[in-house]
């Protein structure tokens, strides 16, 4: 199951299931079928519901109130409000809404892009980790973006990300921050976690005309099993729009 609608798994299954699958892994070595996760930036629950539907307790600390309402309203249709809990707050404040050490995995999709310090905010969460856990890093792709700016005919932009510390664009660029695999893997590393595997993320469904994907038959089938067969090759890491890192502490 696909935590979201089948024309969106194009975007999300490669990450679906390698949280799917290490969450199931951690739960059968630690013979505790009900695990504790927490979603930083989780938003509306576009994980932390399919994640409470397997039957684990999740708590999602999102900066939105109205992102926060909506995953309750979707936490009560899926039956599993009394799995999910929501928190305001942000990677700040996390020390105020988790204690350490209490947590089994933690989904962190779409925030290091965002913070001040992804440094201080990837220790704020892996601090939260009991020995062992899971951290689910998903980020946005520098090289990613140099292919896709390059391909739109914005050339120019394209070499701004290439050359940009941050990996931008420019001012009007509305990703604040991108990063290398390489970038990804040291950050996670000082964080104290062991990296245990890479895959990129919409190698091919943001470059793909929607209009092909929708209209042909078994087109977007097709297209989901190839963004799964190449998301673990390294060569399609750097054409990748998103990084996926999974990593354990300890």
């Known amino acids: ?21 290490a969450l199931e892994k951690r739960a059968v070595e630690l013979d505790q079928p009900v695990l504790d996760v927490l979603d930083t930036g989780g938003g509306t629950g576009n994980f932390a519901v399919p994640v409470a539907r397997l039957g684990h307790r999740v708590t999602v600390v999102d900066p939105s109130p109205d992102a926060l309402f909506a995953l309750e309203r979707r936490a009560a249709e899926a039956g599993v ?10 990677t700040q404040t996390l020390p105020d809404v988790v204690r350490p050490a209490t947590v089994d995995a933690v989904l962190c999709h779409g925030v290091l892009e965002m913070v001040d310090d992804p440094a201080e905010a990837l220790a704020s969460l ?3 980790l009991r020995q062992g856990g899971l951290l689910s890093l998903l980020a946005a792709n520098r090289n990613g973006a140099v292919l896709a700016r390059a391909l739109a005919g914005h050339f120019n932009e394209a070499r701004a ?3 940009a510390p941050d990996g931008r664009w420019g001012g009007n660029d509305p990703m604040p921050r991108r990063f290398t695999a390489e970038e990804l ?15 990129g993320v919409r190698v091919f469904a943001d470059l793909v005309p929607g209009v092909l994907v929708d209209t042909e038959p078994g087109a977007m089938e097709a297209l989901l099993k190839l963004e799964q067969a190449a998301a673990e090759q390294p060569a399609f890491h750097a054409v990748a729009t998103q990084l996926h890192l999974l990593g354990s502490l300890g």
Do not use: K, N
Request: proline share 4%.
């Open 185 to 199: 893997d040291g950050l996670a590393r000082a964080a104290g976690l062991r990296v245990e595997s890479v895959h």
């Open 1 to 21: 199951m696909y935590p979201t609608r089948p024309r969106s798994a194009l975007r999300t299954a490669v990450v679906w299931e390698v949280v799917r699958t």
């Open 126 to 128: 892996t601090g939260t």
């Open 81 to 90: 409000t009394d799995l999910v809990r929501a928190v305001q707050g942000d």
């Open 161 to 163: 990300v290439l050359d």
